[in-house]
């Protein structure tokens, strides 16, 4: 039986607001962080997890919507297509739900874990896990959706 290595930061840990450190260079460090996290990520049942969320300060995420383990170096979204709104958990913000706007589809530049530049396009539920952990690394968290859409609802109150 194996007990995780790393343990989950929840808010209000200042840790969480932080913006990630870029990776530089990626080593056997980091291909080790991403092993376990994936295995944090896995105990802990959640889709998605980011570095900063267990306390190390790299731009670094891994994501499994049930199509496989996708490790993500410093990704940056270069394009997005459509949006909907979903209600979304965070491990960090357990117990909480939050209906935030996504991009549907979107198009992802990342390091791989030899260090090379590469690409993915993805929707559906990858899509948005990955939108979430992208969030995590600039010290964003879905707390953070919920005065805007609380006032979009006022709104449409208002009209109605
Ligand atoms: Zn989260």
């Given at each position: 039986m194996s007990m995780a290595k790393l343990e989950i930061l929840k808010l209000?840990?200042?840790?969480?607001?932080k913006k990630a450190a870029y990776v530089d260079g990626v080593s056997d460090a980091e291909r080790r962080i991403l092993l376990d996290m994936a295995e944090a990520m896995y105990l802990n049942k959640g889709v998605g997890l980011a570095a900063l969320q267990v306390g190390?300060?790299?731009q670094l995420a891994v994501i499994d919507v049930g199509e496989g383990l996708v490790k993500l170096i410093n990704p940056a979204i270069i394009k997005r297509e459509g949006s909907s709104v979903a209600e979304e958990g965070c491990l960090s913000v357990p117990g909480l739900q939050v209906r935030v706007r996504r991009a549907n589809r979107i198009k992802v530049t990342f390091f791989n874990e030899k260090g090379e530049v590469s690409r993915l396009s993805a929707d559906g539920l990858a899509s948005r896990a990955i939108q979430h952990e992208i969030d995590h690394l600039s010290?964003?968290?879905?707390?953070?959706?919920l005065n805007p859409i609380r006032r979009l609802l006022a709104c449409f109150c208002r009209r109605t």
């Open positions: 209000p840990d200042q840790a969480l607001r190390i300060d790299k010290g964003r968290l879905i707390v953070d959706y």
